[in-house]
């Protein structure tokens, strides 16, 4: 059976993120992982709220109804993804839906909108093709192809493929568009994430003479003895100062030069006379052979980057640092009762190790 559609406004278009899945190789939900300061499900739902409705599918209550969008549940169990299709398409009050995994962390607005862009009366599913596969969760479904689906679920046929050999269906090759591969990618297991969220990047904040510097120090020990590479970039709330007092890249900063470097066969140190920020340092990092493992950013206390506050009574006895950004509080005058994330002593350098490792999945 064919089914076509007859589409007077190509932009009524709503967003389905299927969210109910086991997640058994993760062992945990997926959609709730933080990739840096936020969890994915966050992220889909910020990144396509230019869409006028999104609509989580769930199999459990009491998951997702906090974030102040429409849950619907399975009403047929152990039937995967197809269950979660029908239950959006079903209440979706725009004629096309975008479907979505909520372990799908790069899915973009801009790629929803370019295969909206095919929506035409021939087709009933737009579907993104990566090289040899079909992605039937980051596709657009048509309300025209719901008897399809509930017939295949009274038949036992789960299989998204089933859809769309009974429905005109556009295939949309993503080799011949602007997106990368990586926007399409979902995380299946361990191994997936740790590749994902490489590197990690964190900053140390807090006033002055709190003690950064030293914290820093004692947490790239506890990288290296877990193996990993870890790279630094130090934020200078004043002028820029060169480090080596004296050193050759000094004078020629000095002198009046636009860049110095030196270089040996064990490292380098470049000075530029530009502005920079930390996100492209941050890229320049990336480009190494090999990328470090972890970036801790010295200072940044109003940034948007996750962060470890240090607080001492002797310096400045308060958090000043948005507490959504928050990994965690290192202190000896704010108590756990004061703040709404973990809190721990100055010299608990395991604890803010292991918090750190939970708040990042490592």
Avoid: W
Avoid at 171 to 176: D, G, H, N, W
Avoid at 306 to 321: F, G, L, M, W
């Amino acid at each position: 059976m064919h089914l076509t559609a007859d589409i007077t406004d190509k932009h009524r278009l709503s967003v389905g993120i299927l969210a109910g899945g086991e997640s058994s190789r993760m062992g945990q939900n997926k959609a709730l992982i933080r990739i840096g300061n936020e969890r994915i499900i966050d992220r889909l739902t910020s990144e396509l709220a230019v869409y006028p409705e999104i609509i989580i599918s769930a199999a459990e209550h009491g998951i997702y109804e906090g974030l102040g969008l429409r849950v619907v549940y399975d009403e047929h169990k152990k039937t995967g993804p197809i269950e979660g299709i029908r239950r959006v398409l079903s209440c979706a009050a725009g004629e096309y839906v975008f479907i979505c995994a909520a372990d799908m962390p790069y899915v973009s607005s801009e790629l929803v909108a370019y295969l909206s862009g095919y929506i035409s009366s021939d087709y009933d599913c737009y579907v993104i093709a990566d090289e040899d596969h079909i992605q039937p969760l980051c596709a657009i479904y048509s309300k025209k192809v719901l008897p399809v689906i509930e017939e295949l679920i009274s038949e036992g046929r789960y299989r998204l493929r089933e859809i769309f050999s009974r429905v005109n269906t556009k295939y949309v090759s993503l080799e011949y568009t602007c997106f990368d591969r990586k926007t399409v990618r979902n995380i299946n297991t361990k191994e997936d994430l740790k590749e994902i969220t490489k590197p990690v990047i964190f900053c140390v904040s807090g006033y002055s003479d709190s003690g950064k510097t030293g914290l820093i120090v004692k947490l790239i020990n506890e990288f290296i003895m877990e193996g990993k590479s870890v790279g630094v970039i130090k934020h200078d709330g004043h002028d820029c100062h060169a480090d080596m007092p004296g050193s050759d890249t000094d004078s020629f900063r000095k002198a009046g030069a636009v860049c110095a470097a030196v270089y040996s066969d064990t490292g380098n140190a470049v000075y530029q006379r530009e502005s920079v920020k930390a996100d492209e340092l941050i890229r320049r990092m990336g480009l190494m052979k090999a990328p470090p493992d972890a970036v801790i950013i010295e200072g940044l206390k109003d940034s948007g980057f996750p962060k470890i506050e240090i607080v001492r009574k002797a310096v400045y006895d308060k958090s000043v640092c948005d507490p959504s950004t928050l990994i965690c509080i290192v202190s000896d005058c704010i108590s756990p009762e004061d703040a709404d994330c973990p809190v721990y002593g100055l010299e608990d350098v395991r604890g803010i190790f292991s918090c750190l490792k939970h708040f990042f999945n490592i």
